[in-house]
C-alpha cells in the first residue's frame, strides 16, 4: 500500500513535540503520532481493507500489549501447535507473531495469507479506518493504570530512544505525560475511546484490564477466547489447555526465553526491553506524593466516576 499525493498532509502545519523516544511527533487527528509512523498510521486510516474475521489486539503503549499478543496468539492458533514444544512463542517474540499494522502499512509488508489475521494496533479508536469499524472484526484492547503505565513507558522509551536524544528526568516525562504529550497521547483520550466503545457494542470491543489478567488469566484467557469465537471445548477444559496457555504467556515464562533475553525487534529494540517487572503497583517506588496528587487529580477529571482503570 502507497499513500496517494493527494492524501499527504502538511507536515509542517501540525503541532510538534519532543516524544519521550522520539525527536518529533506530530498532533496528528487529536493523538501525538511518531514522525517514523505517520506514514503507516496514514496508509493504514486511509487505505486499510478489514476482513470480517481479522481481530486487532489495540493498547496505548506499555499497557500490556506484548503480554495480550502471546495470549491471543496461543488461543487463536492453538490446533496448530497443540504440542507445547515446537509451540512459536518460544522461539518469537510475540510481537513478531502478531507485528504491528502501523509498520506493517509503512514497511510495505506482505499480508498474512491465513484468516484470521491478527495485528497490533497502537491507534486511538477514531483514527482507525471505516472498514475496521463497518465490518464484524474484533478488537482486544488492554488497559492498564495510569501510574503504572507511566513508569513502565519512562523507563522503557529511555531504553530505545532514538540516538542522540538527551534522557528524560522523570520530572520532565511526567509533566510531559501529565499533558497527554507521550507517543500515542493523549492517554486519557486513548483508553476513553475503546471504553465507550466496548460499551456501545460489546460484541465488536472486549475491553481488558492488566491488573484483571495478573489477578486471574485463566478466567481471562477463557473470556478472551470466548469472545474470539475460538472457546475452549469441554475437553480442552479437562485437559488444562486453558492454564497451559495462561503459563506459556506468563511473565516469567517468557522473559526467560532466549529469544526474549538476547534477540532483537528491531536495530535499537531488545526483545529483553518488553520484559522489565511484570507486576502492578511498582509506580510506588517512583512517584513523590506531590506526583501521586497530580496524576489522581487528572484521572478524576478525565474518568469521573467510571471503573475504566483500576
Ligand atoms: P513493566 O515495565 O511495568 O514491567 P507493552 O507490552 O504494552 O509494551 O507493556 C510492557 C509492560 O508489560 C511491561 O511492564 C512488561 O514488563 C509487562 N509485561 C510484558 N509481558 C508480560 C507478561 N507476560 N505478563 C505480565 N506483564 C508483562
Same mark, same amino acid.
Request: charged share 25%.
Given at each position: 500500500?502507497?499513500?496517494?499525493? $493527494?492524501?499527504?498532509?502538511?507536515?509542517?502545519s501540525? @503541532?510538534?513535540?519532543?516524544?519521550?523516544? &522520539?525527536?518529533?511527533?506530530?498532533?496528528?487527528?487529536?493523538?501525538?503520532?511518531?514522525?517514523?509512523?505517520?506514514?503507516?498510521?496514514?496508509?493504514?486510516?486511509?487505505?486499510?481493507?478489514?476482513?470480517?474475521?481479522?481481530? &486487532?489486539?489495540?493498547?496505548?503503549?506499555k499497557?500490556?500489549?506484548?503480554? /495480550?499478543?502471546?495470549?491471543t496468539?496461543?488461543?487463536?492458533?492453538?490446533?496448530?501447535?497443540?504440542?507445547?514444544?515446537?509451540?512459536?512463542?518460544?522461539?518469537?517474540? @510475540?510481537?513478531?507473531?502478531i507485528?504491528?499494522?502501523?509498520?506493517m502499512?509503512?514497511?510495505?509488508?506482505?499480508?498474512?495469507?491465513?484468516?484470521?489475521?491478527?495485528?497490533?494496533?497502537?491507534? @486511538?479508536?477514531?483514527?482507525?479506518?471505516?472498514?475496521?469499524?463497518?465490518?464484524?472484526?474484533?478488537?482486544?484492547?488492554?488497559?492498564?493504570?495510569?501510574?503504572?503505565?507511566?513508569?513502565?513507558?519512562?523507563?522503557?522509551?529511555?531504553?530505545?530512544?532514538?540516538?542522540?536524544?538527551?534522557?528524560?528526568?522523570?520530572?520532565?516525562?511526567?509533566?510531559?505525560?501529565?499533558?497527554?504529550?507521550?507517543?500515542?497521547?493523549?492517554?486519557?483520550?486513548?483508553?476513553?475511546?475503546y471504553?465507550?466503545?466496548?460499551?456501545?457494542?460489546?460484541?465488536?470491543?472486549?475491553? /481488558?484490564?492488566? $491488573?484483571?489478567l495478573?489477578?486471574?488469566?485463566?478466567?481471562?484467557?477463557?473470556?478472551?477466547?470466548?469472545?474470539?469465537?475460538?472457546?475452549?471445548?469441554?475437553?480442552?477444559?479437562?485437559?488444562?489447555?486453558?492454564?497451559?496457555?495462561?503459563?506459556?504467556?506468563?511473565?516469567?515464562?517468557?522473559?526467560?526465553?532466549?529469544?526474549?533475553?538476547?534477540? /532483537?525487534?528491531?536495530?535499537?529494540?531488545?526483545?529483553?526491553?518488553f &520484559?522489565?517487572?511484570?507486576?502492578?503497583?511498582?509506580?510506588?517506588?517512583?512517584?513523590? @506524593?506531590?506526583?501521586?496528587?497530580?496524576?489522581?487529580?487528572?484521572?478524576?477529571?478525565? &474518568?469521573?466516576?467510571?471503573?475504566?482503570?483500576?
Amino acid at each position: 500500500m502507497k499513500a496517494n499525493a $493527494e492524501d499527504e498532509i502538511i507536515l509542517s502545519s501540525l @503541532p510538534i513535540e519532543r516524544g519521550f523516544a &522520539f525527536h518529533s511527533m506530530y498532533l496528528f487527528q487529536e493523538f501525538w503520532c511518531p514522525s517514523t509512523l505517520i506514514e503507516g498510521v496514514k496508509i493504514f486510516h486511509k487505505q486499510f481493507q478489514a476482513k470480517e474475521s481479522d481481530i &486487532f489486539v489495540a493498547s496505548f503503549p506499555k499497557s500490556g500489549t506484548t503480554w /495480550l499478543k502471546a495470549i491471543t496468539f496461543a488461543i487463536v492458533n492453538r490446533q496448530s501447535f497443540s504440542s507445547i514444544d515446537n509451540h512459536p512463542l518460544l522461539t518469537s517474540n @510475540p510481537h513478531q507473531l502478531i507485528p504491528f499494522i502501523e509498520i506493517m502499512c509503512r514497511d510495505d509488508a506482505d499480508w498474512p495469507s491465513t484468516e484470521p489475521r491478527v495485528f497490533g494496533t497502537h491507534t @486511538p479508536l477514531p483514527s482507525l479506518p471505516n472498514s475496521i469499524m463497518e465490518c464484524n472484526c474484533k478488537i482486544i484492547y488492554i488497559c492498564r493504570n495510569p501510574f503504572d503505565i507511566f513508569v513502565s513507558a519512562w523507563i522503557f522509551f529511555d531504553n530505545i530512544k532514538q540516538e542522540s536524544l538527551t534522557p528524560l528526568k522523570i520530572e520532565e516525562a511526567f509533566e510531559m505525560y501529565c499533558n497527554g504529550i507521550i507517543e500515542f497521547g493523549p492517554w486519557w483520550s486513548h483508553m476513553v475511546g475503546y471504553w465507550k466503545e466496548s460499551l456501545a457494542k460489546p460484541d465488536k470491543v472486549l475491553f /481488558l484490564k492488566y $491488573e484483571d489478567l495478573k489477578d486471574d488469566a485463566n478466567f481471562q484467557v477463557k473470556r478472551i477466547a470466548e469472545f474470539l469465537g475460538f472457546p475452549f471445548t469441554q475437553e480442552e477444559e479437562n485437559n488444562q489447555v486453558i492454564e497451559s496457555i495462561s503459563k506459556l504467556c506468563s511473565f516469567e515464562e517468557m522473559k526467560n526465553l532466549e529469544v526474549n533475553k538476547s534477540g /532483537l525487534l528491531f536495530p535499537s529494540v531488545e526483545n529483553k526491553s518488553f &520484559f522489565r517487572k511484570g507486576e502492578s503497583r511498582d509506580w510506588v517506588n517512583y512517584f513523590s @506524593p506531590s506526583m501521586t496528587e497530580k496524576l489522581s487529580q487528572i484521572m478524576e477529571e478525565k &474518568f469521573g466516576e467510571s471503573e475504566m482503570t483500576t
